[in-house]
């Protein structure tokens, strides 16, 4: 039974920092497609970053340079450390899980290859 369950999210200003954290249970997630997606109310989810099982890593346009996408394999943890926030950063964030694939691939930021999804962590920037 796998699940992944996100932690980390709140309120914070503009310019601050914070990191999400996806605690998962059930399956090794260092040995697949990763990804780190944001949802506002009547968008699709949005890709933010995705790590392979070779730790190499994707990140969408509006947060390269701000954003790290990395695990801890020892405690199976995805983290997400979010720097320099924008108020458009604010968005309910999910971690999700290919366990299909190892490979994340230029497709990474498509939201239906990810089998396997956490409840949401919200994040607020103002």
């Known amino acids: 039974h796998v699940q992944l369950v996100e932690s980390g999210g709140g309120s914070v200003q503009v310019g601050g920092s914070l990191r999400l954290s996806c605690v998962a249970s059930?399956?090794?997630?260092?040995?697949?497609?990763m990804g780190w997606f944001r949802q506002i109310p009547d968008k699709e989810r949005e890709g933010v970053a995705g790590?392979?099982?070779?730790?190499?890593?994707s990140y969408a346009n509006s947060v390269k340079g701000r954003f790290t996408i990395s695990q801890d394999s020892a405690k199976n943890i995805l983290y997400l450390q979010m720097r320099s926030l924008r108020p458009e950063d604010t968005a309910m964030y999910f971690c999700?899980?290919?366990?299909?694939?190892?490979?994340?691939?230029?497709?990474?930021?498509?939201?239906?290859?990810?089998?396997?999804w956490g409840q949401g962590t919200q994040v607020t920037v103002s």
């Open positions: 790590i392979e099982s070779d730790g190499s890593t």
């Open positions: 059930g399956d090794t997630i260092s040995r697949y497609c």
């Open positions: 999700a899980a290919d366990f299909g694939r190892s490979r994340c691939g230029d497709l990474w930021w498509q939201a239906a290859r990810y089998g396997f």
